[in-house]
């Protein structure tokens, strides 16, 4: 049997369609998140991330209609995050069959969410997610609202935080890298998990199987997520959904 | 009511409220496939020779640009298999691939696949997702036949309007006399029709059309090939296309799947062609499609009446796709049974160019004599 570090297809929402961002901005749309959800449950991908970019930045809650519809679709392990700031929230989305939520904003502004939420729910199911910019001086910085709002944390400081309070994974976003395909930012990633003990995901840059086999090797991440590359077809960047098989995973080096 | 009677050459029947027979019990489908389309078709050396001269037509028009032709993919058979010989013929090819929110997992599969092994490049438009289901909701409610219109303008209005944007002039299309030259009027009616679209959608629509791809009569017929230049092509009928050995060769050369089912490659069509049009109006689309493969030598009559009595839609799976199908056109269970049990409407209906266009077919016909 191969160790199989997971590989999660990042999706992102924008009012009910699916978009694609680069750094953050831009949204183009992809398409009905309900067939793309099904069609990467055909391919018998191992955990999906549903995030709504627009949720926070709108203050709102998420939209909980299409949560359900989403989940009543999928088969695998899915987590949810975008616009999370109560308890009751969390409880909501869990209960629909989601298996984790995604929070951000709130781990921030509100942190007593994420040492309540995992003492209901359990560390397990509940992750915070760290948005990334490098500043003007080239330090690392987490942002919160929807990668609009900087806070004075170092990514890895604010990851060790929120270890302390409860989360139980963190999903490490670098701003600077998202949609642009030029592979993960391997440094981050590297900082980031070598200073907490929970499983850090990482997230945006990746092109291809060998930029996820570089983040776990390289980068000692414990999983990765992308977006353009489950997505994304040639020079054209043609909407196609597509997952490696476990062929590739192994020759790349990522299932090993 | 007409007494029940099969053609003794195909398989097509009264099913057809329209269909006639001659003193040897062989249809009209049978005559106009000898008459009008045989003429037109093809598959040996001739049009192996025609085919060869059109496509160096093309190249030599082509040479300084970025591709010779767009080809629309939908990962079906047809479509996939022209890539596959235009490839082969050294056609430069732009894939365009126009996604109206039902992909199946295979059909994306296919293409992706399509596009690697024979490095073609590929171009994706994605159609707002929510106004397509208003579209589809609307022709449901107006309970005709032709509920592939939507799907089809906006694949045929996608692809065209992509090629004259982009300045290229030929389109290749995956459209056949061999797997369709037998298609009753009755059963369908012609996706083109914008008016069509556009006279439903007004009476059964809940929101404006802000990005739905269109295109007018005017356009595809008139202002595209006239003004724009722009020429389609179907390869197919000019070579011998055996639906059975393509599969074959396909899934040798680039690990193609079939998806059980002509155009079942879009859940959707699936859900239409085996369950509304069979339940609602008494058609089984595979009826035409057996009776095409008849005509053109494919299938024996005897090959063909065993299959037409094969199961159409296990049961449980027209269930899980009845349910998703209405869940995301957002209608209810008992809405659509209300749809199911209305009185079936045609095309006739509702606003529509059919009286331009048979008037246009008559002169069209006239000149050629
Ligand atoms: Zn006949």
Redesign the pocket.
């Known amino acids: 049997m191969y160790l199989r570090p997971r590989v999660i297809p990042c999706l992102l929402l924008k009012n009910n369609g699916l978009v694609k961002t680069v750094k953050f901005k831009d949204p183009r749309y992809l398409g009905d998140p309900i067939n793309a959800v099904r069609i990467f449950n055909e391919k018998y991908v191992d955990e999906l991330a549903i995030l709504d970019i627009v949720a926070t930045k709108e203050k709102r809650s998420p939209n909980l209609e299409l949560l359900s519809r989403i989940a009543a679709e999928a088969f695998m392990p899915m987590c949810y995050g975008g616009g999370i700031s109560t308890l009751d929230e969390v409880k909501i989305i869990l209960g629909m069959g989601f298996e984790k939520v995604v929070i951000n904003t709130s781990a921030v502004k509100n942190p007593m969410l994420i040492q309540e939420a995992s003492g209901h729910f359990g560390s397990q199911s509940i992750v915070v997610s760290i948005d990334v910019k490098k500043n003007f001086f080239g330090k690392y910085r987490a942002y919160i609202n929807c990668g609009e709002v900087a806070t004075d944390y170092d990514p890895a400081e604010l990851a060790r935080k929120v270890e302390q309070l409860g989360a139980g994974e963190i999903f490490l976003n670098s701003i600077d890298k998202d949609g642009t395909m030029s592979g993960y930012d391997l440094g981050l990633i590297k900082k980031v998990s070598e200073s907490v003990g929970i499983p850090v995901i990482a997230c945006g840059g990746a092109r291809n199987v060998d930029d996820l086999s570089m983040a776990l090797h390289n980068g000692k991440a414990d999983a990765m997520a992308a977006g353009s590359m489950f997505v994304y077809y040639g020079k054209h960047k043609a909407v196609l959904i597509t997952f490696p098989n476990e062929e590739e995973l192994i020759k790349a080096g990522v299932f090993t | 009511m007409k007494e029940y009677q099969v053609?003794n050459?195909?398989i097509?029947d009264t099913s057809d409220s329209e269909i006639t027979f001659d003193e040897y019990g062989?249809?009209n489908?049978?005559r106009n496939f000898d008459e009008n389309i045989r003429p037109r078709w093809f598959p040996n050396e001739q049009g192996q020779q025609m085919l060869l001269s059109i496509v160096e037509k093309i190249k030599q028009e082509n040479k300084n640009n970025d591709y010779d032709c767009i080809i629309g993919l939908s990962g079906g058979v047809d479509s996939s298999f022209l890539a596959y010989k235009a490839v082969q013929m050294g056609l430069r090819l732009l894939a365009v691939h126009v996604d109206a929110g039902w992909n199946s997992e295979i059909a994306v599969r296919n293409i992706e696949n399509i596009c690697k092994k024979l490095n073609i490049d590929l171009y994706t438009h994605v159609v707002d997702w929510e106004e397509v289901a208003e579209v589809q909701r609307a022709f449901l409610l107006s309970g005709v036949a032709n509920q592939d219109t939507p799907q089809d303008h906006a694949f045929f209005a996608g692809l065209y309007n992509y090629a004259v944007k982009n300045n290229v002039k030929y389109v290749l299309s995956g459209l056949n006399f061999a797997t369709e030259g037998?298609l009753p009027a009755s059963w369908g009616y012609m996706a083109m029709d914008l008016k069509q679209v556009e006279g439903i959608y007004d009476r059964f629509g809940r929101k404006p059309l802000k990005t739905f791809p269109k295109v007018s009569l005017f356009k595809y017929l008139v202002y595209y090939p006239y003004i724009k230049g722009m020429k389609v092509i179907a390869p197919l009928n000019y070579m011998p296309y055996d639906k059975d050995e393509a599969i074959k060769i396909m899934a040798k050369e680039f690990s193609w799947q079939y998806y059980g089912g002509k155009h079942f490659e879009s859940r959707f069509t699936k859900f239409f062609q085996a369950y509304y049009l069979p339940a609602k109006f008494g058609y089984d689309k595979r009826r035409a499609h057996l009776?095409s493969l008849i005509?053109s030598g494919q299938l024996t009559r005897q090959e063909a009446l065993i299959e037409i009595e094969k199961e159409l839609y296990p049961i449980e799976q027209l269930q899980e796709d009845k349910e998703y199908v209405l869940k995301k056109l957002d209608l209810t269970t008992q809405e659509f049974d209300e749809i199911m049990k209305s009185p079936n409407k045609t095309f006739r209906d509702y606003p529509s160019n059919h009286y331009l266009l048979e008037k246009l077919r008559t002169i069209r016909g006239l000149l050629k004599k």
Do not use: A, N
């Open positions: 053609c050459r195909c097509m062989v249809c489908h049978c037998i009776s005509v």
